[in-house]
């Protein structure tokens, strides 16, 4: 084979390549909003919340943390300071 005919094949080669891949990509994007189509068919209704969200929680403070969060994270850092001045 000459150069002009191997470099031919090679850019045939890459545009089919390519050419492959864009299709198998479309094709997944048209499946993928086509399914998401169906499902919110079927499922309409409003997703319930879990748990009541951290303000509306009783005895909790404006920043939304309760106090027994804050006194845990509170003693936890001062014995992780007490302990690193030990160690020096």
Known sequence: MQDSEL???GFNLML???GFVF???TVLVIATT???KIILQFFKGEPTPASLPATARPG???GGQS???IAAITAA???HRQ???QKK
Do not use: R, T, W
């Open 77 to 79: 850092i001062h014995l």
């Open 34 to 36: 086509l399914m998401s």
């Open 23 to 25: 299709v198998f990509l």
């Open 60 to 62: 909790a403070l404006p």
């Open 67 to 69: 106090p027994d969060l």
């Open 16 to 18: 089919l390549g390519m």
């Open 7 to 9: 470099m031919m094949e």
């Open 83 to 85: 302990n690193k001045q």
